[in-house]
């Protein structure tokens, strides 16, 4: 099925669609260090790469509009090269960009978000969007409510950089991913110590997570662990998009 992408339409031929088009993709990602196998825009990659084929599933009733590449991560800080922003600008601009879309009468909205750290912001701009500016906005993670395919014997830490998220970019976008890989250096004090809080910048991830960035063992990364996790998260997502069309 065709899909419909911001940055390969016009506004005459986005406005021809406008009468079908029922819910506006919005990936969110970040700019942030993932090791030394992965590169920076590794979160923004995969956000828009999983867009653009939920949209292939769904064709004319949704369209994927540009990358949120910027994101959250304080955590994240130690390593050059990251950039964050503050909870309060992450959430100005998603409201910001839903309100603007419904505008347009694409009075729905779904943020696919494939970095952890953004939770705060994307929950209080969903919150803002709906009670303050009657948008009916959600937001779901890419790949985290589907079970975790062939991997077995997962390592305690995972989540950044690790085999689970280097598959899903194996799949998605792979000219992010190093060939050759090495395991994350572990921290185990994220885990043990007395004062752990939820919230991913609530840490440092240097000193509590991992010592060159990454999680897990990214060398058990593969393209059809990532197809699997993809495909299954896909078609439920696919069916999420219905749900929120049918929603009053
Ligand atoms: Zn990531």
Redesign the pocket.
Known sequence: MAKLVMGELTWPELAAELEHIKVALVPVGSCEQ?GPNTTFI??AARASAYAERLAERCGNKVVVFPCVTYGLSLHHMDFPGTVTLRVETMMNLLEDIGVSIAKHGIKKILFLN??GGNFPALEGAVINLKQLHGVDAYWSAVGSEISLGGLTGLPKLIG??CEV?TSSALYLCPEVVREERVPGILQDSMLTRDSFVKGGGAWSWKNDASLNGALGDARKATWEIGKEMTEASLEYMEKIVDEIIARP
């Open positions: 993932h590794t979160d494939a970095h950044h950089a998220e």
